[in-house]
């Protein structure tokens, strides 16, 4: 399928400078076996080192691509339909070097050095902000930074953490003891002292993506390679806005590059599986066509919403002012995409639930995008909350002790308190 027929084509344009059709073709070869044994293919990653795609996203003037968010999403759309696996997993670098280029662009500040070695030695990156415990956000940490001489000492883990085991560079966030505490974003590089990868990663789905256990101990970050410092919980800046638009928009692409990968396969399947009877193909007749019919306007829709987001973005649109439309895109994708490969895969039958066969692979590397944060139930109250003119957040808030604080009102345990017209 080429860009003119692929039905998620309209507006992403040709991406064929950055990931030629060939390297894609190579890297799709690979997949099926990167899955099976759980870990990425090593061929492939070199490939997209050979691209320089790790300096996709820096600005030439930094010997960068150059590419703003609008490409940047189409590589990933297009890289996903080859290994959605392999996609996921550097979508974490993409996301990190958009972070840094988002914060150079708004500061200003020497942070331009650690972006122009990462596109001259197409250094790759791993992303390191899930935490256990940590409930999906992106603004605090449990790892506690205790201040050093020349910088910060730190313990703790960081899962799951995509191609911790491959990359060069690990950009990481973690918390001071301060009062208030603080935030801090840095880049290390992986072979240093107190870093270890701990091989763990055995999942349904997306098992390429070798999103291990990173391991901390005693780690030292000097201050010169911290590029962002936050309030801790804060999300009233402009970097981070950034942030979570180009992680929601690229993510969501990657999905959209599965299900464009899910459909092409489908198709193949219903044009070769005949009813006997009928004397005619699944994709003939129009009951199968029905089926395919209303997926596939779901993804045309968040294909084109996910866009939109993205020029405006591009255009330079306050970031504050697409948080809630970027959120939005990638709450539709959770329930859009799954739904659409298993639409995909029942109108094939049986044999779409065969190892055998790239379908099954999909479908269990749709069921990933559930989790990726902010989560679904962070993102619902946030959306909510924004809509409903209360104060939002995505950190999760469930006892609202956050708006509490706001409107003054005193806790009562850990619920609000019962009133009057509460008690009808």
Not at 44 to 67: C, D, I, T, Y
Not at 394 to 419: K, Q
Request: aromatic share 6%; with cysteine; charged share 20%.
């Amino acid at each position: 399928m080429t860009e003119a027929d692929d039905p998620f084509g309209t507006g992403w344009g040709d991406v064929s400078g950055d990931l030629p059709a060939d390297a894609l073709a190579e890297i799709a070869a690979r997949a099926e076996q990167a899955d099976r044994q759980g870990r990425p293919s090593g061929r492939s990653l070199s490939l997209l080192r050979s691209l320089n795609w790790p300096g996709l996203a820096v600005p030439e003037k930094f010997q960068g691509g150059g590419a703003g968010l609008i490409r940047c999403c189409a590589a990933q759309r297009a890289l996903a339909a080859s290994d959605p696996a392999l996609a996921i997993g550097v979508n974490m670098h993409l996301f990190s070097v958009g972070l840094m280029v988002e914060h150079w662009r708004r500061r200003t500040d020497t942070s331009w050095l650690l972006m122009e070695a990462i596109a001259s030695q197409n250094r790759l990156l791993a992303s390191a902000f899930a935490e256990p415990h940590l409930g999906g956000s992106t603004t605090r940490s449990t790892l506690v930074a205790e201040p050093v001489a020349k910088g910060w000492r730190v313990s703790g883990r960081k899962r799951p953490c995509s191609l911790a085991g491959q990359a060069d560079l690990v950009c990481l966030q973690v918390q001071t003891p301060a009062d208030p505490p603080t935030v801090l974003v840095a880049l290390l590089p992986t072979s240093a002292p107190g870093l270890r990868v701990i091989e763990d990663w055995d999942a349904m789905g997306m098992r390429g993506s070798a999103s291990d256990t990173l391991l901390l101990e005693d780690c030292f970050i000097p201050r010169e390679l911290v590029f962002y410092e936050a309030p801790a919980g804060s999300e009233q800046d402009d970097v981070f806005a950034a942030g979570v638009i180009w992680f929601a928009l690229t993510s969501t692409a990657c999905y959209l590059g599965l299900a464009r990968a899910a459909l092409r396969h489908a198709g193949d399947m219903l044009r070769e599986s005949h009813i006997a009877h009928l004397g005619y193909s699944r994709a003939e007749l129009p009951s199968y066509q029905a089926a395919i019919g209303d997926p596939v306007a779901d993804l045309l829709t968040l294909d084109a919403a996910c866009f939109d987001v993205a020029r405006r973005m591009d255009e330079g649109t306050d970031p504050n002012q697409l948080v809630g439309a970027a959120l939005a895109v990638k709450q539709q994708a959770v329930r859009v995409v799954p739904a659409a490969v298993s639409a995909f895969a029942e109108a094939c039958g049986g044999a779409s639930y065969a190892r055998s066969l790239p379908l099954e692979r999909l479908w269990r590397d749709a069921q990933a995008i559930r989790f990726h944060p902010p989560t679904p139930v962070a993102t619902r109250q946030y959306l909510a909350r924004r809509a409903l003119g209360i104060a939002a957040s995505l950190d999760l808030d469930e006892a609202a002790p956050a708006l509490r604080a706001e409107v003054g009102t005193p806790p009562t345990g850990n619920r609000w308190p019962r009133t009057s017209e509460s008690r009808g």
